[in-house]
């Protein structure tokens, strides 16, 4: 072939080599390839072939290692997600199904509260749970949601929700045995006016020395609740942790221990899709949460820092006070936006409010994940050891630099 070829444009080779002919035909077809006639004037010549190279010649080795550039109409799911996680050797088969059984009660949910109205699952449901709080409808419907979707994915050992007075071992549990606390309903005061609310959860390892089955109708006698209350741990073990916030979007959001990543459920398809990777909250912000109807009961300490944030700042305005009475939604705002969100002790409430082992611990491990800092405005959140599974905590989370000043006040 005559002609010189311009860099950078592709050649075509033409070989008379039997054996390259092999490369692009099976074998038995060859024959039949070399004899083919194209109408009067295109004749096969035996053992020609044509393939398209590139103008450089090259190996493994000198192939770049070039991003590919992601298609606009490419998506990835969570179920997706979770097996690349497994793949890579970050959580094993086990935690991948706990986490699916969770994203999945999470969906039917966030179905219910859409049609709370319509359903008549509004208003309350005429009993108290274990910390003396009026339970909702939705309360006692979603816990009885969480426990099955747990209970069926067979890798759960223990429960421990805010709405069961003691953990509940899972009878149904071979193979797995990881320990999974949650809130059900995070913020189901809202839930009546259609404002915010969420689910939140954390999962830890097994402790192998308290593993046991009971039956439905078996009541724990206390060696074994005993046992199962000893399951309580630092969130500093916490294997995984996330909330699902329910509002405009209904957004999963998860750290593994590697960053956080928020997917929002995509109604038309049923499925949670990547949409915040990799989340970083910023180091500053100029929004702080507080229930500010308990000014007079907070400390002095506590009380010079809000008067500071209400202040004008260099740039002439206070920091802006936003307060949804839904830890969900405060955090989820928070990691986007920075700021600080704060639940601390009162005259009334000595210990706090919140519950350490399924609200405090996971949120902080989240925060934490993606840079930021919780305190109870002692120590970290993630090293206090609890006594008891409803165990309560004050707290202080959100931007490092917010955070850090508050601490200063509170010293």
Known sequence: MGGTIPAGSSRILFSNSPSSVSRLSPHHLLSRFNNTTWGQSHTVTPGIRCTAVGSVATSPETIPDVKRKKNEFEIENLTTWLLKQEQDGIIDAELTIVLSSISLACKRIASLLQRSSISNLTGGQGTINVQGEDQKKLDVISNEVF?????????????????EDVPVAVEETYSGNYIVVFDPIDGSA??????????????YGPDEQCLFDIDDDSMLDQTKQKCVVSVCQPGSNLLAAGYCLYSSSVVFTLSIGKGVFAFTLDPTFGEFVLTHADIKIPRSGKIYSFNEGNHELWDDNLKRYLHHLRQPGPNGKPYSGRYIGCLVGEIHRMLLYGGIYGNPKNMNSKKGNLRLLYECAPMSYLVEQAGGKATDGNQRILDIQPTEVHQRTPIFIGSPVEVEKLEKYLA
């Open 190 to 203: 809202n839930i009546d006016t259609s404002l915010t609310t969420g689910s939140i959860f954390g999962i």
């Open 147 to 163: 426990c099955n979707c747990l209970r069926s994915s067979g890798r759960t050992g223990i429960i421990a929700s805010e709405e």
